[in-house]
């Protein structure tokens, strides 16, 4: 899979380094932008680590966007969630240096039509409020804003959304 205009390719599946990139790019922005500190940076490390643990190919799908031969972002599905029929989208996120290059757009864009091959009815994903640039984009792609709820996880107190799809519509 590639985005030939931006020169990125994507690669399906673990992969060595996968789990370090991951965690360091979330743990690098989140910093920044709302100095989430170490404390979100284990609670992500701990979530990737599970996640890359159980991996089933058949039910979930782990996708990492490659530039100039390094990883500049990942998007994760979980298809066995409490929401049956409903995929989970996690780890989503592009190196801030590589942003507008077509990393999240075909990340996303990848994500859906695996899950849409594999006849889930929709998916979801939870999100922070006040990243304007990824609500936009997962709106843009269909999702809607389902739930808020304070959420004091991530070091400091933020607005959790849950932005749901739905395939039937």
Sequence with gaps: MSGK??????????EPGAIGRIVELHGRYYDRV????????????????????HYDPDQNLLLTAHQGGAMIG???????????GRAQLRFFIVDEACRRCGAGKA??????AWCRERGFSGVFLWTVDNLAESRRMYERAGF??????????????QDTLKMELDFSE
């Excluded at 990942?74 to 049956?84: C, F, I, K, M, Q």
């Excluded at 809607?144 to 107190?157: Q, S």
Aim: charge should be negative; avoid cysteine; glycine fraction near 10%.
């Design 5 to 14: 205009k931006s020169g990125v390719i994507l690669r399906q599946g673990y």
């Design 34 to 53: 709302w100095g989430s500190g170490a404390a979100f940076e284990i609670l992500i490390a701990r979530e990737v680590s599970e996640f890359i643990e």
């Design 74 to 84: 990942s998007l994760a599905l979980v298809g066995r969630t409490p929401e049956p």
């Design 107 to 112: 990340l996303l864009d990848a994500g859906l």
């Design 144 to 157: 809607a804003v389902t739930e808020r709820v304070p959420d004091a996880r991530y070091t400091a107190l």
